[in-house]
């Protein structure tokens, strides 16, 4: 049989028009349409904001042990391994000194107060993300009340983020943390982490959904923390901005960090 | 042919181990998985509710969904910070597998692992999600 350019246009054309249509009804029967239609909304006490944002009044914290009691109850609300050693360290919220924390601004004659000053340091929950950009399956991303946030079932492990992070926020499990955590000391309403996954401070947002205050805030001196909404002028965060002077880390790469702090400057470390 | 007779014999032993599993399981048929609804939270809420179905959504629906409701669960949490779940009923739960799931079925190894055993089917939520089992001691 011969067909003409013609004749094959016609064939071909109903035959791509009999094509989609199947698919669409096997489309909308074939996988059976959803059940029932799945509805959630927000807890009704959950602490709204634009962006959160932190400060941490470094004058607040006098001895080693209140910095240490923020540590705890950071890592031990999340279920933070502890390896002992650099290499594996997994953290949410650690200590670094001053030309670490702030680099390009420390000089010869800084106090030596300062210089050995452990500052509390962690995520910054930025404006603009560096590690939410580079990440290729959207596991970090940033919601819309300004939390930089992780999804560990999205985690692939590539580490694009912490090549990303400006401030080495973020943290690879090389293993299982399972090894390193006291199974019968953990904090049994939260998960742990699994070898393989990028893990980071997500600004407490179990305990924002339940009306709480993040868990090194609530551990921390009085004022030691000052947690809120930046873009609320009523807020702490920014009653506590319009009292002293703040200094944030690497602002000239333009991440846009959210976390302040007062370095000192007050009658305690004044000398 | 060569060595027929070798060869044949071979084969047939081959034949013979390769199929044993089927030989040797020939009437006994494995039985149906029954995931064990038998907690003190359940029953508690089966007492208050004055039913049996008492699940966050009908069982059938349930038995044949419960994957599908909590990646939906997972990405309404985790992405949308909506923790709150309102059921076909009308009722609402907090959306956590580990503090709401397992707050009723306690029982793991009775209520999960029967059926993804039976299935072969190996979810990796434990990975990460502390099964109730694991309360005081390690797994």
């Known amino acids: ?271 | 042919m060569y060595n027929g007779g070798k060869i044949i014999i071979g084969l047939a032993i081959f034949l013979g181990i390769a199929t044993l599993p089927f030989f040797s399981n020939i009437g006994t048929a494995v039985k149906r998985p029954e995931p064990s609804l038998d907690t003190p939270v359940i029953k508690e809420v089966q007492a208050q509710l004055g039913r049996k179905d008492v699940c966050v959504e009908p069982k059938a629906f349930m038995q044949a969904n419960h994957m599908r409701l909590l990646n939906e669960w997972r990405d309404s949490a985790l992405r949308q910070n909506k923790r709150l779940y309102i059921s076909s009923d009308g009722r609402k739960f907090t959306i956590s597998l580990q503090n709401t799931c397992m707050h009723c079925h306690s029982n793991k190894k009775e209520f999960c692992d029967r059926c993804h055993n039976y299935m072969a089917v190996k979810p990796y939520c434990w990975d990460c999600h502390i099964a109730p089992k694991e309360r005081g001691g390690q797994s």
């Open chain 1, 1 to 271: 049989m011969k067909i003409d350019r013609r004749q094959f246009f016609k064939v071909a054309g109903w035959g791509a028009a009999a094509g989609v249509t199947a698919m669409n009804v096997v489309g909308r029967f074939g996988s059976g349409g959803r059940a029932q239609a799945f509805e959630s909304m927000e807890t009704p006490e959950t602490v709204k904001a634009k962006q959160f944002a932190m400060v941490v009044d470094m004058s607040k914290f006098k001895t080693k042990d209140d910095i240490q009691k923020v540590i705890y109850a950071c890592h031990h609300t999340h279920n933070v391994p502890n390896w002992g050693n650099p290499k594996d360290e997994v953290k949410w919220i650690w200590t670094d000194t001053y030309k670490h924390v702030f680099p390009g601004q420390e000089s010869p004659f800084l106090d030596e107060a300062f210089k050995e000053m452990p500052f509390l340091v962690m995520c910054n929950h930025c404006d603009h993300p560096a590690c939410t950009r580079v990440c290729p399956t959207k596991a970090t991303f940033k919601r819309p009340d300004g939390i930089v946030m992780m999804d560990y079932h999205r985690c692939i492990g590539c580490r694009f983020c912490m090549a990303a992070c400006p401030f080495g926020a973020r943290s690879f499990n090389w293993r299982d943390p399972r090894l390193a955590l006291n199974m019968n000391d953990l904090n049994m309403e939260y998960p742990t982490r699994t070898k393989g996954v990028v893990e980071k401070c997500t600004f407490c947002d179990e305990r924002i959904a339940q009306g709480k205050q993040p868990a090194c805030v609530e551990a921390a001196p009085a004022g030691g923390l000052v947690f809120g909404d930046i873009d609320d002028p009523n807020s702490d965060v920014r009653k506590a901005l319009a009292r002293t002077y703040t200094i944030r880390r690497k602002p000239e790469l333009g991440t846009g960090p959210n976390i302040y702090y007062v370095i000192g400057g007050g009658e305690t470390n004044a000398g």
